[in-house]
């Protein structure tokens, strides 16, 4: 069964460095997200991709995250200097694009800010 | 985004039925109805969706009111495998994002 793959499973980092975190979503789907979920709370939208750009994004989502699909197969989150409260798990997932039609998760990246 | 309402939490019995109930009253008429899991420690999983009418796939079955303001999501036989939170979110567009809210928690007791 095609599955969303997510590397690293655990990254940490130093607090002001940049991360970036990668996803491989199900081959041939169209419609690419993240997520994050801080310990203990709901999982919250970050951004949607769509036709190579971003289609809709949160508040969250400000200046200091990015995201890019460099090679048709990969899709990254780039976190620019981190902050301790940006440390969560964080949720690839990906959509075919054809009706109403459900959206497939990675097992996600926890991401430790020390 | 119309708003999902769910129980915090609900107990089950292995082996017993369980019924997941979500109020959704501001639903579209475009909106379709889907309900996601999440097992402690991994990503969402999608369980089932629909519109209108009753669904049923291998995991579970939707039961759809009427006036499509509320849904209940059946398990037929709860196992222990399923102790997870649920999620009922509504979808109001085609590569539109799912709106987490805090879902059900279901404990599933042996």
């Known amino acids: 069964e095609p599955e969303v793959t997510q590397t690293p499973s655990h990254q940490v980092t130093q607090m002001g460095q940049e991360v970036i975190l990668r996803c491989v979503p199900i081959?041939?789907?169209?419609?690419f997200y993240w997520y994050r979920q801080i310990l203990g709370q709901k999982v919250e939208f970050l951004v949607s991709?769509?036709?190579?750009?971003?289609?809709?994004k949160s508040e969250i989502f400000d200046d200091q995250f990015s995201v890019e699909r460099p090679d048709g197969s990969n899709f990254t989150l780039k976190i620019r200097s981190t902050k301790l409260e940006d440390s969560a798990m964080y949720f690839c997932?990906?959509?075919?694009?054809?009706?109403?039609?459900?959206?497939?998760f990675g097992q996600g990246t926890r991401l430790t800010v020390v | 985004d119309a708003k999902t309402t769910q129980p915090n939490s609900m107990e089950s019995n292995e082996e017993e039925p369980v019924h997941l109930p979500c109020n959704h009253s501001t639903i579209s008429g475009t909106d379709y109805i889907h309900w996601y899991r999440q097992l402690p420690s991994q990503g969402p999983e999608y369980v089932i969706h629909g519109l209108t009418s009753n669904v049923n796939n291998r995991m579970a079955s939707l039961a759809i009111a009427e006036d499509r303001k509320s849904s209940t999501l059946i398990l037929h036989r709860a196992t222990l495998r399923d102790a997870a939170v649920y999620y009922c979110?509504?979808?109001?567009?085609?590569?539109?994002?799912?709106?987490f809210g805090q879902g059900t928690e279901l404990s599933v007791k042996p």
């Open positions: 979110i509504l979808l109001y567009n085609q590569g539109g994002k799912l709106i």
């Open positions: 997932a990906s959509r075919p694009g054809t009706g109403y039609t459900e959206a497939f």
């Open positions: 081959s041939n789907h169209l419609y």
């Open positions: 991709f769509y036709n190579n750009e971003i289609s809709e």
